[in-house]
């Protein structure tokens, strides 16, 4: 079974609308992130979690917002998804200390219409 | 912040020959370079790494070096085989004081093996 699993995998959404994509691991990693993939662009960080009670901004968290619901589930909304916020999202997991290894899962892709 | 730049954009290659993936960074105060492996449809994956206190990691085929002086690393991948088609992304990441710092990745390289 997969270590980081995604829902859904694949989502269109229409302009306006509220959307929430989901993460859960089992790797018992206290970290947790969500990033943005688009072409040209590579990964960008959209929010980070060291664990339970703590969420950082990262590079482009305008339009985002987080929530870790428990160590093992990451959500990331968007509030009112726009036609740019159309991309492939990742979410991944460290365990923390000197191991800098990013565990990723296999994608949400979204289309906003 | 952290700006790191990679080339080429894309990477055509026979199969057996070598590919070279090359990456800048701007923060001298980067000490951790990884490259990423991203097969069609899956997520990123942790292929090879060096942090700054050494010039040359090696594993199998795969091979990274780094210069500090220059800021920049270089991903090498020998007699290339057809599974190592993919986009490979190189990231930099400095330590923070909580031994934990932010990957900045670059733009991605897609590479086509060729039989």
């Known amino acids: 079974d997969a270590d980081v699993t995604q829902t859904p995998r694949n989502r269109i959404t229409k302009t306006g609308k509220r959307i929430m994509l989901e993460c859960s691991q089992t790797k018992g990693h206290d970290r947790m992130y969500w990033y943005r993939q688009d072409p040209g662009l590579g990964l960008r960080l959209i929010y980070y979690s060291f664990d339970v009670k703590d969420i950082n901004k990262g590079e482009i968290s305008d339009g985002y917002s987080v929530s870790r619901q428990a160590q093992a589930k990451f959500s990331l909304s968007l509030e009112s998804a726009i036609p740019n916020q159309t991309a492939l999202y990742f979410c991944?997991?460290?365990?923390?200390?000197?191991?800098?290894?990013?565990?990723f899962g296999p994608g949400t892709r979204l289309t906003v219409t | 912040g952290e700006n790191v730049e990679q080339h080429p954009s894309t990477l055509s290659v026979q199969e057996g020959d070598s590919a070279v993936i090359k990456c800048t960074y701007s923060?001298?105060?980067?000490?951790?370079f990884p490259w990423y492996k991203q097969e069609l449809g899956k997520g990123p994956q942790l292929i090879i790494d060096?942090?700054?206190?050494?010039g040359e990691k090696k594993d199998q085929r795969i091979a990274v070096t780094l210069n500090k002086t220059a800021k920049h690393f270089s991903l090498h991948i020998t007699e290339t085989q057809p599974e190592d088609s993919a986009v490979y992304f190189c990231?930099?990441?400095?330590?923070?004081?909580?031994?934990?710092?932010?990957?900045?990745f670059g733009a991605g390289t897609q590479v086509v093996v060729t039989p």
């Open positions: 060096i942090r700054s206190n050494v």
């Open positions: 990231a930099a990441s400095m330590k923070t004081t909580d031994s934990w710092g932010k990957l900045q």
């Open positions: 991944a997991t460290s365990v923390g200390g000197s191991s800098r290894e990013q565990y």
């Open positions: 923060d001298s105060a980067s000490n951790y």
